[in-house]
């Protein structure tokens, strides 16, 4: 029951002319005036700046307001600055309600006067829910002071560096057997053409000799419980059957391995043996045996790998290996996969040997790649033209219609690469040239310069059946020239897709573990794409890189930065305040049918099996309501969204 009869001030905001344009704010404000309770009543050009926050400040002070309405956009915005106002005038922050006129009025209405009338309404329906409102304290946790990294791509590096040269313990958890990601595929990077290894070698060396890191490969995450400043995360070591610390990394145990196998990172263009490390330089610089492929771990026969290590570093009895750590921080880089363009049959991948994937080409370009950085065909001979199409599973409503960013500029580094390297014709097909980022217009000019002949319009296929003597032997992709206006068939010895950025593999897991949000294409959500681009709605965790989407490399590292400052900004606050909108289970209605449990995607709610009754972790639970709308005995109540707020704010809108 209210101790106080309430005091209500209200401000509506003209945001500009994005409220104002639309919506008559002088005679909102009036209408407020009328209202119960409303003790002050004023309109403002932009609320959410100093003198519109001091307003408030001023007025609760002046004319003893205990409740405060503010009549502006979203509370996703800018509900956090008016409590904030609301404390320092000396009045709990849970005493303020925000009527989203903006959203819910002057942008989605056309005409000015039914968009004043339902602002009138929205605004009234604020003031009848602020008199229920309860005052809340937050809670005050610890943080720890480590931090998990999940990815060791250059993103992950990156977050991981900065964090630990902070003095921050870091785990960096991998599941491949080395760090490194798609950039260790690389050999020059755009638009600079720097050696891709020259640049990130020190960086995995750093990481790996980093006394702060330690670094978990070939491993990966199971389980994450707790909260920010307390998470409790599971990880999965999976048994290499070598011991790193015992092994000289010598080469011998994969010199006399006598199975050979397709190399994932060579992109299926050379082999590997059972026992391998994925490239040459690899951190760690310790081999992994294949259990799926090795022939004793399989038929029970061979142990040839054994045999040779001087160092006595194979264990074939290895188990996986469960470790459990605690941080306050997660940082997730998990990266992203390339487009299969198998499904797109008609450009001829895996039809055609001369038809290759991007990534495929960069290991062919590679020098430390299966031809040594010479561009070969499969007949070992150099190609005399090359066509690159360009958007193959991007911008493409039957597959992905979203833009994959970095297939324009990497398309125009293979053109490059091929003129210099054999001197070819190089063809690029491309719908737009999107070259948006510093020097990247200069790099396309520079390439047109070179002579690369560009193509506008879609491909519509690949195909060896020849038409004239000149297609004879080759590839011939069949395509539209939209600025001609002609229909082009062009014969190639070689032909390279650009294919786009999918998800990572395993990213709808990583989601449901950390609670994080996905688009409709599965990348993860940020909590605000403008004011908050690494945070997610799971307080303490943030992301970075191509798990958020399609990006470059300059970009993918400032990302990875910023969410490790965040990290470190979290870690060294000490302690973290906690949302005070969580859930609530009446001990006394509970029957203990664990219907809230079972739907709570968060494991905020525990059975407790000497009470018989669900019980609520505040620090966990994150005011979503589900558990609410589920209880069949309505023992759960959300803390500032009880039924006589949401009541009160129902009745306002019908009456």
Request: charged content about 25%; aromatic content about 8%; hydrophobic content about 40%.
């Amino acid at each position: 029951m209210r101790q106080e009869i309430p005091r209500i001030g209200v401000y509506v905001c003209h945001c500009g002319s994005n409220i104002a344009s639309k919506v008559d704010v002088e005679k909102v404000r009036d209408f407020a005036k009328n209202l119960d309770f409303v003790v002050v009543s004023r309109d403002y050009k932009f609320m959410c700046s100093n003198p519109g926050q001091q307003l408030i400040i001023d007025d609760i002070k002046e004319h003893g307001l205990n409740r405060v309405v503010v009549a502006s956009c979203s509370p996703r915005m800018h509900e956090k600055t008016f409590r904030k106002a609301c404390s320092q005038g000396g009045i709990n922050p849970y005493y303020f309600q925000m009527a989203s006129i903006r959203e819910h009025s002057s942008w989605v209405t056309e005409n000015n006067e039914a968009a004043t009338i339902r602002a009138m309404d929205i605004v009234k329906a604020a003031v009848n829910r602020v008199t229920h409102h309860e005052a809340l304290a937050p809670r005050i946790v610890d943080i720890n002071q480590s931090a998990l990294v999940i990815g060791g791509g250059i993103a992950g590096m990156q977050a991981a560096l900065e964090i630990a040269d902070a003095g921050r313990k870091v785990y960096l958890v991998e599941r491949e057997p080395s760090i490194g990601g798609y950039m260790a595929k690389f050999d020059k990077t755009f638009p600079t053409l720097d050696c891709a290894a020259c640049i990130m070698t020190p960086k995995m060396v750093s990481v790996g000799q980093h006394e702060n890191i330690e670094l978990l490969t070939y491993s990966e995450i199971v389980e994450v419980d707790g909260f920010v400043g307390n998470f409790k995360v599971k990880i999965r070591k999976k048994a290499r059957f070598v011991n790193t610390d015992k092994c000289t990394g010598c080469g011998m145990c994969m010199e006399k391995c006598p199975t050979k196998v397709i190399s994932e990172f060579e992109e299926g263009l050379a082999e590997r043996k059972a026992i391998y490390t994925p490239f040459p330089q690899a951190v760690p610089n310790v081999p992994v045996i294949d259990a799926s492929r090795c022939r004793y771990l399989t038929k029970g026969k061979c142990r040839v790998c054994e045999k040779f290590c001087e160092a006595k570093a194979i264990d074939f009895e290895q188990k996986d290996e469960f470790i459990n750590i605690e941080v306050g921080a997660i940082v997730v880089t998990t990266g992203f996969k390339v487009f299969n363009p198998e499904v797109v049959k008609r450009f001829g991948f895996g039809k055609y040997s001369e038809v290759y994937t991007s990534i495929q080409f960069e290991r062919l370009n590679n020098a430390a790649g299966p031809t040594n950085g010479k561009i070969l065909m499969k007949n070992g001979e150099s190609p005399q033209s090359v066509a690159i199409i360009h958007c193959v599973g991007s911008r493409d409503k039957n597959f992905n219609k979203y833009c994959s960013r970095v297939c324009c500029m990497y398309s125009l580094k293979y053109a490059h690469l091929i003129r210099e390297k054999t001197g070819a014709e190089v063809y690029n097909f491309y719908i737009d040239l999107r070259a948006f980022g510093k020097n990247y217009e200069e790099f396309y000019n520079r390439v047109q310069e070179e002579g690369t002949i560009f193509i506008r319009g879609n491909v519509a296929s690949v195909t060896d059946k020849a038409e004239s003597a000149e297609e004879k032997g080759k590839l011939t992709v069949i395509a539209e020239d939209t600025l001609t206006n002609e229909r082009v068939r062009v014969p190639v010895d070689m032909v390279i897709l650009s294919v786009g950025l999918n998800p990572a593999d395993g990213a709808d897991d990583i989601a449901r573990m950390l609670g994080i949000s996905q688009d409709l294409d599965g990348w993860f959500n940020e909590l605000h794409p403008k004011l908050a681009p690494v945070s997610t709605p799971s307080d303490g965790v943030f992301i970075a890189g191509c798990c958020q989407g399609p990006k470059d490399i300059p970009d993918t590292v400032s990302q990875a930065s910023g969410a490790a400052a965040e990290a470190l900004s979290l870690m060294m606050r000490g302690k973290v305040e906690m949302e005070a909108t969580t859930s609530y289970i009446n001990p006394a209605l509970c029957v203990g049918c664990r219907q809230c449990m079972e739907i709570c995607m968060y494991g905020a709610i525990e059975f407790n099996e000497v009470k018989k009754i669900c019980e609520v972790n505040s620090a966990i639970c994150k005011g979503c309501g589900l558990c609410a709308s589920t209880c069949p005995s309505k023992a759960v109540t959300v803390k500032h969204f009880n039924n006589d707020e949401i009541f009160a704010e129902i009745e306002a809108m019908v009456v």
